[in-house]
């Protein structure tokens, strides 16, 4: 429907990483925020080219290792202590070193089911559809083509002169790409 | 001079032969491991189909079994009392043993940054997801009334109770759980790239469509992978302890029971190393035949192969310390049960087994100390199938001899599994088998977008050395500057 068609942003597909990774320091330097890149792996050091800060993963993980340790040992405390003590050879209900094998096992599973869906969902995922997908090309951003987007929400984006910008980056092609 | 020449040898040895063979791109590489899932149904290879057909046909003797065992009850097995732990226990152990390797492959040595861990870690830990799900079902057969498996979950019920906290077999529910839910998210993590790049070349729209639904979106975003990487980077770290504990518990099982030959502080760490042992001989088992029938000799080199057997020396070693500090303390203790027991195993009416199990753990993996036998692919492959059976023994050796004869002699008894204890033990060893043929069939056996961040860093490498000197020559390091 080209009535409804509107503009995701200006996508410039790379051959190497460290092209790609020239290309976002450029791309920063330039002044643009909304900027995203989509490579088929994780290429060091492109986070800090692009200004991305760093991952609050991991205090969401040791949140839910907490949770997972807390969650173990009072299960285990009220069963054996409150609700159903069971005398067996004279030994304390409160035998609080028995109960540190599934503390410890409940800590690990929280935590790391923390970091997965943490991960997912952090990131959006599962999803459906984005409009990056559209992009002429972007099978290969999977295989061995790395791409860089500049969002049309980008305050400073401008269509021709953005794609001057990027043409200036040594890209195989840009592409302005639809949402 | 002695040093500097050692220092030399030290160099070359860094620069050994790339972990990725052949001349490979990024491109080369993703369709070559592809290429394998995308091979269309009908144009199944015959291999597969026979193999496959023969596995499944050992879950349906598993079926048969378990049928048969929820008709009659455990009474079918050659289990009685004194020994209550029979083949379905030794399994039991045995499964969870070789899985751990899967997590070792992929969580210990992502830690350690061991980069031939990129090739084979999405094989082993599918490997480490079969062999638990084999593992797990002997504990729940050997319940007997396996309907009732929920019991062992602490749930609030109407009876008011709840489980004994304070037992290890307890804590084993809660670990095999665990250990499993674990490794089958890692797993799953790992696949989610490798499912996008499967999507991005699936050659028709039914492909497409599946590996687009598990791929759940997934478009390589910076943001995404920085995430992904910390996500990655955590499991690893929570499954380095989980692994070291889920046999530890196993081994606990044993060890808090006054059962002499299990009644030891060292079973945990020893059953630790045995499992890491069995672990590495099940991969090598399977990548050998693998990486030959698919033509994977690139990824999984011979330098692979070399790696794991000096794993499974180093480990083998350990067991092997474990089965002499037995002996050891059965004699230092002065105590009369530990003494018979070890002569018992030597001597008794399962001595066989016992000088098996020494010749397939003790002597035959001494082999490895030589790089001769380590480079014969085939002489390794046997002995990794000789280190299957030797811990299989080790387990048979641990419960059932010790079981057997413990104090008094009115109370001894002969165990001898049934024909219904192996229907059980080979139908697990076809679930395995099914499940990894699927695996083989429909999904990446290797952990493509890794193996991508390799070959670049491989490259760099490369260049690296090559802005030195002449590429490819020995790196020496200066004298004198640290051994």
Redesign the interface.
């Known amino acids: 429907m080209q009535d409804n068609y509107q503009v995701y942003g200006l996508v410039a597909e790379f051959e190497t990483s460290d092209q790609l990774l020239a290309a976002a320091r450029a791309t920063k330097d330039a002044g643009y925020r909304k900027v995203e890149s989509y490579t088929p792996f994780a290429v060091e050091g492109l986070n800090e080219a692009l200004g991305q800060r760093k991952t609050r993963l991991p205090w969401l993980v040791l949140v839910g290792g907490l949770l997972g340790a807390a969650t173990g040992f009072l299960m285990q405390t009220i069963a054996s202590v409150y609700d159903y003590p069971w005398l067996v050879a004279g030994r304390p209900y409160f035998s609080w070193q028995a109960f540190v094998p599934i503390t410890f096992e409940m800590t690990i599973l929280l935590a790391a089911g923390t970091a997965v869906f943490g991960m997912l969902l952090l990131n959006h995922l599962p999803r459906h559809y984005h409009p990056i997908f559209n992009t002429p090309g972007f099978k290969r951003a999977s295989v061995d083509r790395f791409f860089l987007a500049i969002e049309a929400a980008d305050p400073r984006y401008n269509p021709t002169e953005t794609t001057e910008f990027l043409r200036g980056l040594n890209p195989l092609r840009v592409s302005e790409v639809g949402c | 001079m002695q040093q500097s020449k050692r220092l030399q040898s030290y160099g070359t040895v860094e620069q050994e032969e790339p972990l990725i063979q052949g001349d490979h ?3 080369t590489l ?2 070559k491991i592809n290429s394998i899932p995308f091979v269309p149904l009908r144009r199944t290879p015959i291999g597969w189909l026979l193999l496959f057909s023969l596995s499944f046909l050992l879950l349906m003797v598993f079926f048969a079994a378990v049928t048969y065992l929820l008709i009659q009850g455990v009474g079918i097995w050659g289990i009685n009392i004194p020994v209550g732990w029979g083949l379905d226990i030794v399994n039991f152990v045995w499964w969870i043993g070789i899985g751990h390797a899967g997590t070792l492959i992929s969580a210990v040595l992502l830690l350690l940054r061991q980069p031939w861990r990129n090739s084979i870690n999405r094989l082993s830990e599918a490997m480490t997801i079969f062999a638990v799900a084999c593992a797990g079902l002997f504990p729940i057969l050997h319940l007997g009334r396996i309907w009732l498996f929920y019991w062992l979950l ?1 749930y609030p019920n109407n009876l ?7 037992s ?1 077999l ?2 084993d529910v ?2 095999v759980s ?1 250990y499993g ?2 490794s089958l ?2 797993w ?2 790992g696949l989610i ?1 490798d499912f ?2 499967l ?3 699936a050659p028709n729209r039914a492909r497409r469509l599946i590996y687009g639904a598990l791929a ?16 990655y980077l ?2 690893a770290g ?2 380095t ?2 692994v070291v ?1 889920v046999h530890s ?1 196993v081994a ?1 099982d044993f060890s808090v029971s006054q059962v002499p030959g299990w009644h030891t502080t060292f079973f945990p760490p020893y059953f630790v190393a045995g499992a890491i042992f069995s672990g590495f001989a099940m991969v090598l088992t399977l990548i050998i035949p693998i990486r030959k029938y698919y033509g994977l000799k690139d990824f999984v080199t011979d330098r692979h192969l070399d790696f794991m057997a000096k794993v499974m020396l180093t480990t083998g070693l350990i067991v092997f310390y474990g089965y002499m500090a037995e002996i050891f303390y059965a004699w230092y203790s002065g105590n009369e049960y530990e003494r018979f027991m070890v002569w018992n195993r030597m001597t008794g009416p399962y001595a066989p087994a016992y000088w098996a199990l020494i010749a397939c753990n003790g002597i035959i993996p001494q082999l490895l100390w030589f790089r001769r036998f380590r480079s014969n692919v085939p002489l390794l492959f046997v002995v990794s199938l000789i280190i299957n059976i030797g811990m299989w023994l080790e387990r048979f050796v641990i419960i059932v001899i010790s079981l057997h004869r413990d104090y008094l002699p009115s109370a001894w008894h002969m165990y001898t599994p049934t024909i219904w204890d192996w229907a059980t033990y080979i139908g697990t060893i076809g679930l395995f088998f099914t499940l990894l043929f699927l695996f083989l069939r429909f999904l990446p056996i290797i952990n493509v ?2 193996m ?2 390799l070959l ?1 860093e491989e490259h760099e490498a490369a260049h690296r050395h090559g802005k030195g000197g002449q590429h490819g020559e020995a790196y020496t390091p200066t004298p004198g500057a640290g051994d």
């Open positions: 791109s990024y491109g993703t369709t602490p008011g109770m709840w489980p004994m906290f304070r290890p307890t804590w809660f670990a665990t839910t674990v998210l890692f799953l993590v790239p996008a790049s999507r991005d070349q759940l979106g997934w478009r390589g975003a910076g943001k995404h992978w920085q995430r992904y990487e910390m996500a955590l499991l929570l499954a302890p989980l504990s518990i606990l977008f890794e991508r961040h670049h």
